[in-house]
């Protein structure tokens, strides 16, 4: 999986998880907001990103500056994924199937902003295990980045596009 730049790029951002975090030190409490984020096109380009920040609106943009650095473009069917793939990381599990015209974006919030910076109209995903946002986004990522498209599974079996 290849990163891409940001540059001429129509990229929207979703907020996943807003989180207020707390540092005791020994003065007190030191209040600070995590953002987690994801941007994409609309047109299989999806990255996501974290900022961490005194205030909510800091921590958003430097998750999206984040996410911007961190670009992959993924291969898609005409409005779904190619094939089903399982992504996995730490203790969060995402399947995600393709589905037919007019099933929609069938998914738990995390995976939902997913999909739909992604660009994917019908799908079916389901979360197993962990249901923390930070490692349902990371599961997810890794099961995208191990999508293959069509002409990659011919090129590598030495046929042809139309042959599979």
């Known amino acids: 999986m290849q990163k891409i730049s940001a540059e001429g790029l ?63 473009r993924v291969p898609l069917s ?33 995976v939902r902003a997913i999909m739909q910076s992604l660009g994917v109209h019908n799908v079916v995903t389901k979360v197993i295990g962990s249901n923390n946002p930070h490692n349902i986004v990371r599961a997810t990522f890794a099961g995208l980045s191990r999508i293959q498209s069509r002409e990659d599974v011919a090129r590598l079996r030495g046929k042809r596009a139309e042959e599979i």
């Open 10 to 72: 129509d990229l929207k951002d979703t907020v996943i998880s807003i989180n207020r975090v707390t540092k005791v030190v020994k003065g007190g409490k030191n209040m600070s907001f995590s953002a987690l984020v994801v941007v994409g096109d609309g047109n299989g380009v999806v990255g996501f990103g974290s900022g961490k920040a005194k205030e909510v609106p800091i921590a958003i943009r430097k998750g999206v500056e984040a996410a911007k650095k961190n670009l992959v």
């Open 78 to 110: 005409i409005s779904t994924l190619p094939h089903p793939i399982i992504g996995n990381y730490g203790a969060g599990k995402v399947l995600m199937k393709p589905a037919p015209e007019g099933t929609g974006v069938i998914a738990g919030a995390a």
